[in-house]
């Protein structure tokens, strides 16, 4: 219920799922997939279909990290309480 995700890409998800007899939704935070949170971040940059295969470099760079294993650790701000 607290999302960023435009109502519209919101709506799109819910028909798409209606087409599975199953199926799991789960949250991962974005360090846990870099490549899903730099390629939504360039679809919102830069909005439209890719097309011819043509991936964004900074998604590309982020798929090659993956393949090589390299892990993001997810930082936490430290609220002060005073």
């Not at 939704?25 to 730099?38: D, K, S, T």
Request: proline share 4%.
């Amino acid at each position: 219920t607290q999302t960023r995700i435009p109502l519209s890409i919101q709506q799109e998800i819910r028909a798409l799922l209606k087409h599975f007899s199953t199926y799991q939704l789960q949250h991962i935070y974005r360090e846990g997939n870099q490549v899903a949170h730099v390629l939504c971040k360039e679809a919102y940059r830069r909005p439209g279909v890719w097309k011819s295969g043509i991936v964004p470099h900074a998604v590309w760079e982020k798929a090659l990290e993956d393949m090589h294993g390299v892990a993001h650790e997810r930082i936490c701000k430290k609220k002060q309480l005073w």
